[in-house]
Nanobody
Framework: QLVESGGGLVRPGGSLRLSCVVS????????MGWFRRQAPGKEREYVA?????????EYADSVRGRFTISRDNAKNTMYLQMNLLKPEDTADYYC????????????????WGQGVQVTVSS
């Protein structure tokens, strides 16, 4: 089970940190990612991903340099630190876990959280 938290309303230029707690059976060979959906009916957009055991990270071009993905093995928690937020970052954000596949493709992910809303507005 994946449970996100940390969303909310923030002004442009502000910061938020999202958390994703992993419970239940979890294999450290998984990789995990963050996706977002900016409007109902739109495809989920890849944001970032991390290899749980090695900590290797990758980012979408739209967030590289502003967002940081990380994980805390002891807490079974993944984070997304979002800085310099823009109105176009407004979306529902989802964490997900995968056994294998291409990190940036949502179809690779086997488990999904329910999502958390992030709104960037003045």
């Amino acid at each position: 089970q994946l449970v996100e938290s940390g969303g909310g309303l923030v002004r442009p230029g502000g910061s938020l940190r999202l958390s994703c707690v992993v419970s239940g059976r979890f294999d450290t060979t998984y990789f995990m990612g963050w996706f977002r959906r900016q409007a109902p009916g739109k495809e989920r957009e890849y944001v970032a991903a991390i290899d749980w055991s090695q900590g290797h990270t990758e980012y979408a071009d739209s967030v590289r340099g502003r967002f940081t993905i990380s994980r805390d093995n002891a807490k079974n928690t993944m984070y997304l630190q979002m800085n310099l937020l823009k109105p176009e970052d407004t979306a529902d954000y989802y964490c997900a876990a995968a056994r294998a596949g291409t990190w940036s493709q949502s179809t690779a992910y086997d488990y999904w959280g329910q999502g958390v809303q992030v709104t960037v507005s003045s």
